[in-house]
């Protein structure tokens, strides 16, 4: 899921800064075009404010929102509890790939129900999830676990198997022992696959999580846009969607892909240019 970029953290100077423009620009540029157009579409077509909102109103539902505190709660909420799961499932799941992949017997057991498992990741763990758990913080967070903890554990695994077996038994004529391989060949090893797969299991998550407080709690932004809809309330719908859209692309863009492509060039897999 890397984004292709060039390989700006070895370009100093006027050039690099340059380049951070550029790429900046290209991806805001999409966006600022349907801003753009957004008020224009609304008004040529005379759109119903329920069927959808003007630009106007989804800022006054969001400057109510921040004068009495609810939006902000949302938000705080929505974060805390993908953070939790995700920290959850990142600590369960990296051992056991870790596991999976140094052990030929526990990777050939285990390797299809997570391929099994990966595809019904989320959203789909909801209706049981509320049945075990009840509707609330047990429910949210089983959702968000189990949309991070397969594909985790999974590239892992990729990332262990991937390493030459020719480094291991260096490391291992040298005299290293269980924790030095584990600490200084295996997890940096297989660094670049687990940081792609929390990426990845991060946007299963979120979607999860929305899907999930529409259900199964009474705070968050999930449960925002699902109390919006029953009163028409198209413009809360849109500023929802709105917000959701935004925190993911800040935590994707200035999160995720940087650490991702820092772990990537940290390790050797990116030449210097």
């Known amino acids: 899921m890397s984004d292709h970029v060039e390989p700006i953290a070895f370009i100093a100077g006027p050039k690099r800064v340059w380049l951070y423009v550029r790429q900046a620009a290209a991806f805001i540029a999409p966006l600022v075009l349907l801003l753009l157009a957004w008020p224009a579409i609304v008004t040529i077509f005379d759109v119903s404010?329920?069927?959808?909102?003007?630009?106007?109103?989804?800022?006054?539902?969001?400057?109510d929102g921040l004068r009495d505190g609810t939006l902000l709660a949302h938000v705080a909420t929505s974060l805390g509890r993908v953070a939790l799961g995700t920290v959850l499932a990142v600590a369960a799941a990296?051992?056991?790939?870790?596991?999976?992949?140094?052990?030929?017997?526990?990777?050939?057991?285990?390797?299809?129900?997570f391929r099994f498992f990966s595809v019904l990741a989320g959203i789909?763990?909801?209706?049981?999830?509320?049945?075990?758990?009840?509707?609330?913080?047990g429910a949210i967070t089983f959702v968000i676990f189990n949309a991070v903890f397969f594909i985790v554990a999974y590239n892992t695994l990729l990332g262990v198997s991937a390493i030459p077996p020719r480094l291991r038994h260096a490391a291992a004529?040298?005299?290293?022992?269980?924790?030095a391989m584990l600490t200084e060949v295996l997890l940096p090893g297989a660094l670049p696959n687990i940081v792609t797969g929390v990426r990845t299991g991060l946007g299963f998550a979120w979607r999860g999580l929305i899907a999930a407080e529409m259900i199964a709690t009474d705070v968050g932004l999930?449960?925002?846009?699902f109390v919006?809809?029953?009163?028409?309330?198209?413009?809360?719908?849109?500023?929802?969607?709105?917000?959701?859209?935004?925190?993911?692309?800040?935590i994707d863009r200035l999160l995720l892909a940087p650490l991702e492509r820092a772990t990537i060039e940290r390790w050797g897999l990116v030449q210097r240019t």
Do not use: C, K
Request: no cysteine; aromatic share 14%; proline share 6%.
């Open 222 to 225: 999930g449960y925002m846009l």
């Open 124 to 137: 789909a763990w909801i209706p049981i999830a509320t049945l075990w758990f009840g509707y609330g913080f």
């Open 173 to 179: 004529s040298l005299g290293a022992g269980r924790v």
């Open 94 to 113: 990296v051992p056991l790939g870790v596991a999976m992949g140094v052990n030929s017997g526990v990777s050939a057991l285990l390797t299809p129900l």
């Open 49 to 63: 404010p329920r069927v959808f909102p003007g630009v106007q109103a989804v800022l006054g539902a969001a400057a």
């Open 228 to 250: 919006a809809r029953d009163f028409y309330r198209t413009e809360v719908i849109v500023l929802g969607m709105i917000i959701i859209g935004i925190i993911w692309l800040f």
